[in-house]
């Protein structure tokens, strides 16, 4: 491994550290919210309230010394809340930009899915276009620009399921869980008053996560190793219980974050591992099963595994 990727490889290793100091027994969770971060990419989490998800968000923030902020989601908020707005100030005789949340490197949109069509659509365009449009006036985005989404899979009361378009714009899907039954005892016992993330610090810079991610492009992925890629793909478009695959996003996506894995697993290559490793948190929320496959109880990542399965796997 060349010079550059052996010090890239330290620098995930030790958010990665760093993280785990907040989060105990979750490591392979925070590894993926790591990779996501390293390729640039947005990340949903999909769990429990309880399970730590916003001193995540937060920790990952002070790890790169970065602006967190955070918006809980509600049926009455609207767009502006989110992107901020424009307003007349009077002592100098014209109109004021003030920034929104969104003007941050890490955004936690808590329950994402509790707010309404037209403020999600605001989100969507942050996360897409890396900007917001006020009064027909762009305004950019501080980078990098990271969205950790949050949804409750059990309460379905007074939510908006997201659309197809703004679940493609997240790289992975997650969860947290409960820690192990050690930990959580350990933190019962041990937990103090003071808020954990008080002891995060700050582990590169913005200006270092720069050049950490412009590393990713220069992974080498083979031909052999794309095609495999693509065949997993194509496999979610033609599945009898699929009624709409992976996107040509998604294919992006993917092809991104294997090559930050393989910086974190100390190559500058792509193996196939990589590619089966990453599939079910890149590819279950980006396919829709038909009617049939739902009411018989197939979940997606069954489908992805069952993908896995019969594909050939290159040497």
Known sequence: MSLIHSQTNSQMQSIIANLSKVIQGKEDKI?????????????????????????????????????????????????????????YQQSEGK???????????????????????????????????????????????????IVLATQNPIEYHGTYPLPEAQLDRFMLQIDIGYPPLEIEQSLAINRSSQDPVDTIEKVISLEELDTLRASVDHVKIESSISQYLLQIVLATRNHPNIRLGVSTRGTLLYARIVRALAILE?????????????????????????????????????????????????R
């Not at 590619?275 to 018989?296: D, E, F, G, M, W």
């Open 31 to 87: 590894e993926l919210l790591v990779l996501a971060l390293v390729a640039g990419g947005h990340i949903l989490i999909e769990d429990i309230p309880g399970v730590g998800k916003t001193t995540l968000a937060r920790s990952l923030a002070k790890s790169i010394d970065g602006k967190f902020s955070r918006i809980q989601f509600t049926p009455d908020l609207l767009p502006t809340d989110i992107t901020g707005i424009n307003f």
């Open 95 to 145: 109109f004021i930009f003030k920034p929104g949340p969104v003007f941050s490197n890490i955004l936690l949109a808590d329950e994402i899915n509790r707010a309404s069509a037209r403020t999600q659509s605001a989100l969507l365009e942050a996360m897409s276009e890396e900007h917001v449009t006020i009064d027909g006036e762009p305004h950019f985005l501080p980078q990098p620009f």
């Open 266 to 314: 100390g190559r500058d290559f792509v193996i196939p591992e990589d590619v089966k490793k990453l599939a079910i948190p890149v590819i279950s929320h980006r396919i829709l099963l038909n009617t049939k496959a739902q009411y018989s109880g197939i979940t997606a990542p069954n489908i992805v595994r069952e993908i896995l399965d019969a594909e050939r796997v290159p």
